[in-house]
């Protein structure tokens, strides 16, 4: 490369940078500038173009100029008013600042004028053939590609001239045409400029993208424009009225006609309003619509008028249900104190007890005896809080919550409203549907209820709601807190035989489309479907079993054309087979270390018989029929108090631990067992076993056992004591504190059950065991 040294005129240019073979014209306004120029003007018109490094310096120092600048030819100036100078100049070569001679009254540098070499080896011609055809790209892109120096380029055999004339039509900010400017060698520079195109045409290319797309848009729009109006034009030349205009007519005949509350009416005719501004086809429209719909078909002011005469509701519970005197009278309650005070709030009722016991059917009853509406929502399974409030309407598809859907299938604001398996909702990470429930199911907050769909104040403190559960265990306290518990058990054989004879029979009887004098039952029968083929707390699969009699009496008739059929116990065990409940010879014999206990289940209650064997060993005591933590600590206190009270009871050996390996098994190993009131059963095991005293086979017990021998209360007395009754025990032993429970046993089981009150093992010792 060759080295030249000159002295010019420097004039800084502010947001410009110029390049070599590049006409341009700029405007002179500062003084420095224009003595520079003059200066130019006597000198051979050379002058020094370099760009300051920030474009707001009004007064740069040599500091603000870059180094790297282009020398260039004068080629013409004139005059502009406010004392202000255009210049046209033409760049030749590139140059850097050596040295400023003079900085006042104008700049006059010592440059180093660089020459670019002519010599093109294979590199440089492989980066210029890129750059070309990258520059072609660009230029087709930005839409500019019809210049005639662009045509040029292909037969520039020039390298340093074909790399300044590309960057001269580069539209890339001042940074990165000074970085090309100060790239002296051929290649470097060459390289630089094919980074920048190629960054440049990625850009053009999301830009192009982006104004398809924004240009599609609105040719879209446009179209839709177009064709709606000329819709409106045809629907007027026709004579059509506008069909959105008669919707929101309608809607607002609908408004005025209804006696809506003052915030709903107010909350009504603002939609209506936003009805109004939207267009046909907007689908804020349909939105609306479907709330409007909603708002006005709520019962906000609908109630049906109670039936207050308690005779009538008394007798229509009486004749629909058999028993259930616990829920009867709440219900008598409550209809006695709002005839009273006209203004009670719905009270909550929670049935509690096993399946098939007729919780469903009794909340039916009540609302046929009320003169209530009916609503039935099942809870079993939900998840999602939204089912009870509701989504808000930003959501696509929002709807209310199931509390709002049943007030508005019940068409008034004081149903009968019955909430279905609350023990059974579930959790999940939308939320809690038992927290959500906790405003609807409370007296003192429900009458300003929120759906998050509605989101207008709807009053529930005229709904009567029941809810209804197997167990309390899995509902949260705070529900049960707002809540009346009332426990619907199981039901006696008596109460069985009545509600079959009188309920279950004819109902069948109806359905199956067969008269009354068709197919009769004996009583005998009655009593032999419901001891030897069904052993539950309710009647479900009672009715299954006299359903499936009648059935088979119905075909009888037909293939044999009989007239009738009288149902005995013969006929009944013919149609229904084999006994599916048998009691065993040896149930019904003494044994050793053969304890019947009894148990609660979330189904009724059950009986679960223990069973203790000792063995040659060590004093090891084993635990076998899938027992729960409760269950085995029971055990393991019970032995504890075995070994500790051992000389008080003949027969063992007071080194039994060391010589003897006791066993505990609780029969139905399948199915896991647990619950604090197993401690007297395997105490009594135990002492059984260790003194081969035998167990009375008629006597049942319950009760938990602390290390003194101290028998504690247990809870479901009621169902325990029933499962006990029909396996056939005429004797039971429960806790003495349990006394003030034997109210709730009915009375057919307590005149046929001996009941006997333990505080401490020693009682339960004496009565279960022979000698």
């Known amino acids: 490369m060759d080295k030249n040294l000159e002295v010019i005129p420097l004039i800084p240019l502010r947001g410009v940078t110029i390049f070599p073979y590049m006409v341009l014209h ?42 790297t600048g282009t020398i260039c030819t004068i080629k013409q100036m004139l005059k502009l008013p406010e004392n202000t100078i255009r210049v046209l100049v033409e760049g030749e070569k590139r140059g850097i600042l050596k040295e400023y001679l003079e900085e006042k009254p104008f700049f006059k540098v010592k440059i180093e004028v660089i020459e670019d070499s002519k010599d093109v080896d294979d590199n440089c011609k492989a980066l210029i053939r890129l750059v070309v055809k990258k520059f072609h790209e660009y230029m087709n892109l930005s839409g500019d590609n019809g210049s005639e120096s662009i045509i040029e380029l292909d037969d520039m055999d020039n390298p340093g ?95 005025l006609k209804r006696k809506l509350p003052k915030q709903v009416k107010e909350k009504a005719i603002y939609e209506l309003d936003r009805l109004k501004n939207c267009g046909d086809y907007s689908t804020e429209s349909g939105i609306i619509k479907t709330y409007l719909d909603w708002i006005l078909d709520l019962p906000w002011n609908v109630k049906t008028k109670d039936n207050l005469n308690i005779k009538n509701v008394r007798n229509v519970l009486e004749k629909e249900h058999y028993g259930l005197k616990d829920v009867k009278d709440r219900i008598i309650e409550y209809l006695a104190v709002k005839n009273v005070s006209k203004s009670l709030k719905g009270p909550i009722l929670c049935l509690v007890g096993p399946p098939g016991v007729g919780k469903t059917s009794i909340a039916k009853s009540i609302a046929k005896a009320l003169n209530r509406n009916f609503v039935r929502m099942s809870l079993g399974g939900i998840r999602d809080e939204a089912e009870i409030r509701g989504h808000r309407r930003t959501y696509v598809g929002s709807i209310p919550g199931r509390i709002i859907y049943g007030i508005k299938e019940a068409k008034s604001n004081n149903p009968l409203f019955l909430l279905d398996e609350i023990d059974k909702m579930g959790l999940d990470f939308k939320g809690n549907p038992a927290d959500a429930l906790l405003e609807v199911l409370d007296s003192e907050q429900n009458n300003t209820f929120r759906d998050h769909y509605i989101e207008l104040d709807f009053d529930l403190s005229n709904v009567l709601f029941i809810t209804t559960a197997n167990t309390l265990d899995t509902i949260p306290m705070p529900l049960i807190d707002r809540m009346e518990i009332i426990q619907v058990s199981g039901y006696t054989s008596e109460e069985k035989f009545h509600i079959c004879k009188n309920y279950l029979i004819p109902r069948q009887l109806k359905e199956n489309g067969i008269k009354d004098d068709k197919i009769k039952f004996s009583d005998a029968a009655i009593y032999t479907v419901i001891d030897n083929y069904t052993r539950e707390s309710g009647v479900r699969n009672l009715e299954r079993k006299i359903a499936s009699i009648i059935r088979k009496s119905i075909t009888e008739i037909i293939e044999k054309n009989k007239q009738k059929i009288f149902v005995n116990v013969t006929k009944a065990k013919s149609y229904l087979g084999s006994d599916m409940f048998t009691y065993d010879k040896a149930d019904m014999e003494d044994r050793v270390g053969v304890v019947m206990g009894m148990a609660w289940t979330a189904y009724g209650g059950d009986t679960l018989p223990i069973e203790a064997a000792i063995m040659p060993g060590k004093g090891r005591l084993e635990l076998t029929g899938q027992l729960g933590d409760v269950m085995k600590e029971s055990a393991k206190a019970g032995y504890s108090y075995v070994r500790a009270n051992c000389k008080k009871y003949s027969g063992i050996e007071k080194d039994f631990y060391k010589n003897y390996d006791l066993h505990i098994h609780v029969p139905e190993g399948a199915i896991p067992k647990d619950g604090p009131s197993a401690g007297v059963t395997m105490i009594t095991a135990m002492v059984s076993a260790l003194s081969k005293k035998k167990v009375k086979h008629n006597v049942a017990m319950t009760g938990e056992i602390t290390l003194t021998g101290r028998v504690l209360p247990i ?31 009915p009375k057919d089981v307590k005149s046929k059950v ?7 093992i020693d009682t339960v010792l004496k009565n279960a065991l022979m000698n």
């Open 161 to 255: 001239r074909l790399a300044d004339t590309i960057s001269a039509y580069l539209e890339v900010d001042q940074n990165k045409k000074q970085q090309i400017l100060d790239a002296c060698k051929i290649e470097d520079r060459l390289e630089k400029i094919l980074s920048i195109l190629a960054n440049e045409i990625e850009i053009l290319k999301i830009e192009n993208k982006i104004g398809i797309e924004v240009k599609n848009n609105i040719d879209k729009n446009q179209k839709d424009y177009y064709l709606r109006e000329q819709l409106k034009i045809i629907q007027n030349e026709l004579g059509e009225d506008d069909r959105n205009k008669k919707e929101i007519k309608k809607y607002k005949e609908k408004i």
């Open 715 to 745: 809870g479901g007395l009621k169902e325990k004591s029933l499962a006990a009754y029909r396996a056939g025990i005429d004797t039971i032993i429960i806790p003495k504190d349990n006394e003030k429970d034997l109210k709730k046993i």
């Open 754 to 760: 001996n009941y006997i009150l333990a505080d401490n």
């Open 26 to 67: 700029f405007d002179v306004g500062r003084e420095k500038s224009k003595l520079a120029l003059e200066e130019a003007m006597i000198n051979g018109q050379k002058v020094f173009l370099s760009s300051q490094k920030e474009y707001v310096v009004e007064e740069p120092n040599k500091e603000d100029i870059f180094e």
